[in-house]
């Protein structure tokens, strides 16, 4: 990927392959912001990934909360419809959510992207099991202080969960910056595109640049990877502590 980039268009055809280029270009980089509005792909996929993690850990984390140390008729049963939920197909739901969306007036929005991270049954579940390790003892003195439950989950169980959080941000972030199939259904407007309708956008129906496609697919892998390495060691740390059943 990273060669093909730097290719020029005759070159990446050439046979036998040039690992290394013989005349290494930077036009396909240069192509890719003037011929494409590439750099309002890259905002529109940060501002929409960054929602969208801090909407998902924050309703997720309030109801791994309250199935971990709450008590409230139907809770086990509740949290099993939660699981089931992970059974059901994404493509399943696309023509309901669209319906919903659309009732609301809300299509082709940085909303009707975001909103369905309100409900993601899996973040519900890493949570829930990290927080059912935390022992109930800081509830209780927390109470004898006075504290509501909304400052018992916000002072105690979002920093002793810190942790799973991050590793949880992590994999959100991800999911929804190379989220293809639900922007493509929502959003319409070229000035709306995310980075994957972008790059899915370069690929033509008789003719594809394919070193412009590269650079393009290389910048997009550019935040994930500097995520990762900043917070791999608590991704590692969130992962090996979310795996265990309190």
Do not use: C
Not at 38 to 54: H, W
Not at 95 to 103: H, K, Q
């Amino acid at each position: 990927m990273l060669s093909t980039s730097f290719k020029s268009r005759a070159s990446v055809m050439a046979i036998p392959v040039e690992w290394i280029p013989k005349e290494p270009t930077v036009d396909s980089y240069i192509k890719i912001f003037t011929q494409f509005p590439f750099g309002k792909a890259i905002l529109n996929s940060a501002i929409i990934s960054v929602l969208y993690t801090i909407v998902s850990v924050i309703s997720a984390s309030m109801a791994a909360f309250a199935f971990a140390k709450l008590n409230f008729r139907g809770k086990n049963l509740i949290f099993k419809l939660y699981l089931a939920a992970l059974m059901i197909p994404v493509q399943v739901t696309l023509i309901p959510l669209f319906l919903i969306m659309n009732g609301l007036g809300i299509t082709n929005t940085y909303a009707s992207v975001i909103i369905p991270s309100l409900f993601r049954a899996f973040a519900i579940f890493m949570l829930a099991q990290q927080m059912k390790m935390i022992p109930n003892d800081y509830i209780y003195a927390a109470k004898i202080d006075g504290a509501s439950y909304f400052g018992i989950w916000r002072r105690i169980m979002l920093p002793l969960s810190a942790p799973t959080i991050a590793t949880l941000s992590i994999i959100t972030f991800m999911d929804s910056w190379n989220d293809y199939l639900w922007p493509l259904v929502m959003l319409t407007s070229s000035d709306k595109l995310t980075i994957p309708l972008a790059l899915g956008q370069l690929s033509g129906q008789f003719k594809s640049d394919f070193s412009v496609h590269m650079a393009g697919s290389l910048i997009s892998m550019i935040p994930i990877i500097i995520i990762y390495i900043i917070a791999q060691k608590y991704m590692k740390d969130g992962l090996s502590l979310g795996g265990i059943k309190g």
